[in-house]
C-alpha cells in the first residue's frame, strides 16, 4: 500500500516571496503519477501540477513547480512571488499507474497562508 | 454539464437517519470517485466506478456505505444509520478514461450527524 506524508500541517509567507511545501511518500512501484492539489475555502479541489514518475524533468506551471526526488521517494512544491489567491490547503498525492487502479492516495494537507 | 455537480451542498441530519447524496460527473467521464474527507485529515478513497461497475469498492468503511452507478452517469452515495463518526465532507471526482491521471473534482457533500 502506499503512504503520502506531509509534515508540514501550516505555512505561512508574506505576499510575493518563495515557499516550499513538502511531500514524502512510499512504495513498492516504478511507475506513477504525483499530484498537487489546491483546496480554497470553496472544497473545490482543482489540480496544480502533475509529475509522471518516469520523467526526469521537474514539472513546472507557471509560478509552481516541482522538485521531484524519486529516489528520494520525496516531491515538494515550489510557489514563486506567491498572491493572496494562493491562500489554500494543499494536498500531495499518489496515483498508480497500474490500469485499474487509479484512485488517488492523499497527505493530511498543508494548510497555507499568504500574508498581505 | 461544464464541470462535477453535487447534491446537496449541505446536509445535517440525526444519528440513525439514512441519508443519500448524489454525484453528477461531467457528461462523457466513465470513471466515477467517491472520497471522504474528515475534518483536519486528508482525503480517503471511498469507491471506484468504471460505467456502472464498482471494480474497486475497499474503501468503504462499513456495510452502513453503499453507492451505485446508473446510466453510466450520476452516482448516489448511501449511508444507512448514521453515525456521528460520519460527519465529513464527501468529494466526488470524474475521469474521462480509466487510466487518465486527472481527477475533476465536484464541490463536495458536507455531511453532519447530529
Known amino acids: 500500500a502506499q503512504t503520502v506524508t506531509q509534515s508540514q500541517p501550516e505555512m505561512s509567507v508574506q505576499e510575493a516571496e518563495t515557499v516550499t511545501l513538502s511531500c514524502t511518500y512510499d512504495?513498492?512501484?516504478?511507475?506513477?503519477?504525483l499530484f498537487w492539489y489546491k483546496q480554497p475555502p470553496s472544497r473545490q479541489m482543482i489540480l496544480v501540477i502533475r509529475q509522471e514518475a518516469y520523467k526526469q524533468q521537474n514539472a513546472t506551471e507557471n509560478r509552481f513547480s516541482v522538485n521531484f526526488q524519486k529516489a528520494a521517494k520525496s516531491f515538494s512544491l515550489k510557489i514563486s512571488d506567491s498572491q493572496l489567491g494562493d491562500t489554500a490547503m494543499y494536498f500531495c498525492?499518489?496515483?498508480?499507474?497500474?490500469?485499474?487502479?487509479?484512485?488517488?492516495?492523499f497527505g493530511t494537507g498543508t494548510r497555507l497562508t499568504i500574508i498581505p | 454539464g461544464a464541470g462535477v455537480s453535487q447534491s446537496p451542498s449541505n446536509k445535517v441530519t440525526e444519528k440513525g437517519k439514512d441519508v443519500e447524496l448524489r454525484c453528477d460527473p461531467i457528461s462523457g467521464h466513465t470513471a466515477l470517485y467517491w472520497y471522504r474527507q474528515s475534518l483536519g485529515q486528508g482525503l480517503e478513497f471511498l469507491i471506484y466506478?468504471?460505467?456502472?461497475?464498482?471494480?474497486?469498492k475497499s474503501g468503504l468503511p462499513s456495510d452502513r456505505f453503499s453507492a451505485e452507478r446508473t446510466g453510466g452517469s450520476v452516482s448516489t452515495l448511501t449511508i444507512q444509520r448514521t453515525q456521528q463518526e460520519d460527519s465529513a465532507v464527501y468529494l466526488c471526482a470524474s475521469t474521462k478514461n480509466p487510466g487518465t491521471p486527472e481527477q475533476f473534482f465536484g464541490p463536495g457533500t458536507r455531511l453532519t450527524v447530529l
Open positions: 466506478f468504471q460505467g456502472n461497475s464498482a471494480p474497486d
Open positions: 498525492a499518489f496515483m498508480s499507474f497500474n490500469f485499474g487502479n487509479e484512485k488517488l492516495t
Open positions: 512504495t513498492s512501484e516504478n511507475n506513477y503519477y
